[in-house]
């Protein structure tokens, strides 16, 4: 009787450990920005750009193999942490995800774009791929600082600030070059951790 009664325990505790997986599988993958002016959270939409999500997820935790466009070196260490927001344009965006810090580096590689959501640059926050047109998106990324409908079909969207607007408007409002609309003072990524809920 007392083997019995924990094996069911045991079935139960796997079942239990099985269920709370499930959860997280279709829960809310998040993405926790720590910056040199402040953390921000974004909410990825795995559901609606599942292969743009898996990038950016495998380039912030440095299980994508990526290229180095310094040294031209594979590697897999966290692709974000240490670069820059290269480009800010103040009630427009503000881009991340270039080594170079010039708005040409990437990861060595190209992925096509997810636009069957039907999601919309339509709003404030909302986190879409930089692109050098169709099907070129890499490690570039740009978040909203105004609704630029103009870009909905152009750009993949992919997530959406929900925690930290008041950071995402400082990087705005930040002091930039002209032209080249870079930061004077650097604005660093200083890592980003994946969250599963």
Not at 8 to 20: E, H, M, N, S, T
Not at 104 to 129: C, N, V, W
Not at 149 to 177: A, P, Q, R, S
């Amino acid at each position: 009787m007392k083997h019995l009664l924990i094996a069911v325990c045991v079935v139960a505790a796997a079942g239990l450990a099985a269920a709370q997986e499930a959860k997280k599988a279709g829960g809310k993958v998040l993405a926790h920005f720590a910056t040199s002016e402040g953390p921000f959270t974004v909410e990825l939409f795995e559901k609606d750009a599942p292969k743009t999500v898996a990038n950016f997820v495998g380039l912030a935790e440095g299980t994508k193999e990526w290229t180095d466009p310094k040294t031209g070196e594979k590697t897999k260490r966290p692709y974000y942490n240490g670069l820059t927001f290269h480009r800010v344009i103040a009630n427009f965006m503000i881009q991340g995800g270039d080594p170079l810090g010039n708005g040409t580096g990437g990861p060595g590689y190209k992925f096509a774009d997810e636009f069957q959501s039907g999601r919309k640059l339509d709003k404030a926050g909302i986190l879409a791929m930089a692109n050098a047109g169709p099907n070129t998106n890499g490690g570039q990324f740009f978040i909203t600082l105004a609704p630029t409908d103009w870009l909905t079909g152009k750009h993949t969207v992919f997530g959406e600030v929900v925690d930290g607007m008041d950071v995402i408007k400082k990087i705005g409002n930040t002091k930039t070059t002209k032209p080249g609309d870079k930061p004077v003072t650097p604005i660093t990524v200083k890592s980003v951790t994946i969250e599963r809920k």
